[in-house]
């Protein structure tokens, strides 16, 4: 049995939730996000009380069962409180700018590069440009913005600089040792 799965989502009372056929549409006070469940998956809400059921116990519905309820917890979640990542910029020079609602990132390149925010993720620094944070209500979307960003200039495991998240460690090396004796 998918233990994810058989846990009903509790939708709050400033949330919508409308299921037609197999999309499922939640709208809440930060906004509005829609997905298209698997055709097979059964959705139904009840008392405030959202479920997902599968059709049997076949190894591809159980998959299934508890990835549609985690997406959708995920978007009840998303348009209650919404999703942050944060990002840390490291080293001698480096800095985060917000030029309008886009960012300008410099990382010791020649040039500054800019990140232009798709629709539903906002920007926001810190700390004289060492925090970025990135919010938004989809959270894959979030998540995704926030690699892009880091893949920018990823953390060097030498001397640490770059972008990193602020959970993340960074595995430290050693520098040359010097000649052998």
């Not at 979640?77 to 080293?91: F, H, I």
């Not at 209500?137 to 880091?150: H, P, T, W």
Request: charged letters at 25%.
């Amino acid at each position: 049995m998918s233990r994810i799965g058989k846990q009903p989502v509790t939708i709050p009372a400033k949330v919508q939730v409308d299921i037609k056929g197999n999309e499922v549409s939640v709208k809440g006070p930060k906004g509005q996000l829609s997905m298209v469940a698997h055709p097979e998956m059964h959705i139904k809400t009840e008392d405030g009380i959202l479920h997902v059921e599968r059709p049997s116990d076949a190894r591809r519905h159980r998959e299934l069962h508890g990835l549609t309820r985690a997406l959708i917890a995920n978007m009840v979640t998303g348009v209650t409180t919404g999703y942050r990542k944060t990002l840390v910029v490291e080293g001698v020079g480096y800095r985060a700018e917000m030029q309008g609602k886009n960012l300008m990132m410099y990382l010791g390149y020649s040039h500054p590069v800019e990140v232009i925010p798709p629709d539903g993720i906002t920007f926001a620094i810190e700390e004289r440009g060492r925090l970025v944070y990135i919010d938004g209500i989809d959270r894959q979307l979030v998540g995704q913005i926030a690699a892009n960003v880091r893949n920018l200039r990823a953390a060097g495991p030498y001397k640490g600089e770059g972008v990193c998240y602020d959970d993340e460690t960074i595995r430290r090396k050693d520098g040359k040792a010097g000649k052998g004796k």
